[in-house]
């Protein structure tokens, strides 16, 4: 009975958010609050296209590109087959690509074959697998393996819960789970990404994941796919419409993980002088509402190591019934998106995404520069 009600949702997910970005975000013409991030132009780049560099990493995982496909779906014939097309894309453009909740997996021994056929079709591709923060370190092994994944992501989705009728309304726990899988994998040599679902995150959730052994953060902000509307239109008894704006800007996540990175960058220097401490890094993913090439490199000069797209991703990909079509379009999307992120790149006159970090200046609107103020001043 619960596994039905997993394998429906997983469907009705996909549907309807297919459905939402048909009404409102992703559509490149609507307004995010990047938008109003401004580069300012430099009219003597001193670089030659030729010459840039795209190459970037996360939780150990080596990119040619600042973007990778995020979580979506898995366990039911549906969402197989859009695993399988994401998978396609995957290899053909050396992605990573992160699988959507593997619960399903866990609780029904039936939906397994469909992960180990895929991760034996699909050798090359490093999957990512997924899992909510409520599991045990033997389930995070168990997922792991099923795929032969090469990191673990853990997803928060508090808010996601709330407002479906069957989600779990008990957080409890949650911190020391991912503490204990964060170790235990870590053990194994699975590095552990902890992510929302479209929500954000704040600096504070942040340190606490750093506190708790983690050492990269997908903070999936508010912009894109929005799930408190997808399970306002699953569930037509229930109005949770007051909470269509809930939840932090992809921006404005980032500015929180950027400012713990720094502090914890601060503090470990300090450590390092007086005790000779090693530190550790935090790697920090961007991922939220991401329409094209422009935002991509935006996130990336406000500080992220890589940027996450699910829903441009499932549009590409079922952009047609035509399986080769589809993966086809996906993958022209992505090598024309790498054209434009070298272009950006060259006219800022930058030649790696490190140089992108340190040196492409730019404004921020003042209702940000506000926050930040109320936020850490
Ligand atoms: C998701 N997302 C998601 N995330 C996760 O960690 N586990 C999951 O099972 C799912 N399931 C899921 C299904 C579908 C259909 C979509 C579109 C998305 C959330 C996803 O990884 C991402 O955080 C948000 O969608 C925000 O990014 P976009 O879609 O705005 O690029």
Do not use: C
């Not at 942040?206 to 408190?228: E, K, P, S």
Request: glycine share 8%.
């Amino acid at each position: 009975m619960y596994d039905s009600h997993i394998s429906s949702r997983k469907d009705d997910h996909v549907r309807l958010a297919q459905q939402y970005y048909e009404q409102n975000a992703l559509n490149p013409r609507t307004h995010a609050e990047i938008d109003a991030m401004q580069f300012i132009p430099n009219a003597l780049p001193e670089v030659s296209r030729a010459d840039v560099s795209r190459e970037t990493s996360f939780a150990g995982l080596a990119l040619e590109r600042p973007y990778f496909i995020n979580a979506m779906t898995g366990g039911t014939p549906r969402a197989n087959e859009i695993n399988r097309r994401l998978a396609r894309v995957a290899q053909e453009t050396h992605s990573p690509m992160a699988l959507g909740s593997m619960s399903i997996a866990v609780k029904n021994p039936d939906t397994r074959a469909a992960y180990a056929q895929l991760a034996s079709d699909f050798p090359d591709v490093r999957f990512l697998a997924n899992l909510g923060a409520e599991h045990t370190l033997e389930s995070a092994r168990f997922v792991v393996d099923l795929v032969g994944a090469k990191a673990l992501q853990i997803h928060l989705n508090a808010a996601q819960e709330i407002v479906m009728p069957e989600g779990e309304k008990d957080f409890r726990g949650w911190t020391e789970h991912i503490r204990t899988v964060t170790e235990g994998l870590g053990a194994d040599g699975v590095p552990v990404i902890v992510k929302e679902v479209g929500f954000g995150m704040s600096a504070e959730t942040v340190a606490q994941l750093v506190d708790a052994g983690v050492h990269t953060v997908d903070v999936a902000g508010r912009g894109g796919t929005n799930f408190v509307q997808i399970e306002n239109a699953r569930n037509a008894e229930q109005d949770f419409s007051y909470l269509e704006d809930w939840g932090l800007s992809t921006l404005r996540s980032l500015l929180e993980a950027m400012h713990v990175r720094e502090e914890r960058e601060e503090l470990r220097a300090h450590e390092e002088r007086a005790e000779g401490l090693g530190g550790t890094h935090l790697d920090i993913i961007a991922s939220g509402g991401v329409r094209g090439p422009l935002d991509i490199v935006k996130y990336v000069a406000l500080g992220a190591d890589a940027v996450g797209l699910s829903a441009a991703f499932l549009q590409a990909v079922t952009a047609s019934e035509d399986a080769d079509e589809a993966v086809a379009g996906a993958v022209a999307l992505v090598r024309a998106w790498d054209e434009h992120v070298t272009n950006l790149l060259t006219i800022l006159g930058v030649r790696s995404l490190p140089q992108l970090r340190a040196r492409a200046p730019y404004v921020l609107p003042e209702s940000v520069h506000a926050y930040v103020r109320q936020r850490f001043a």
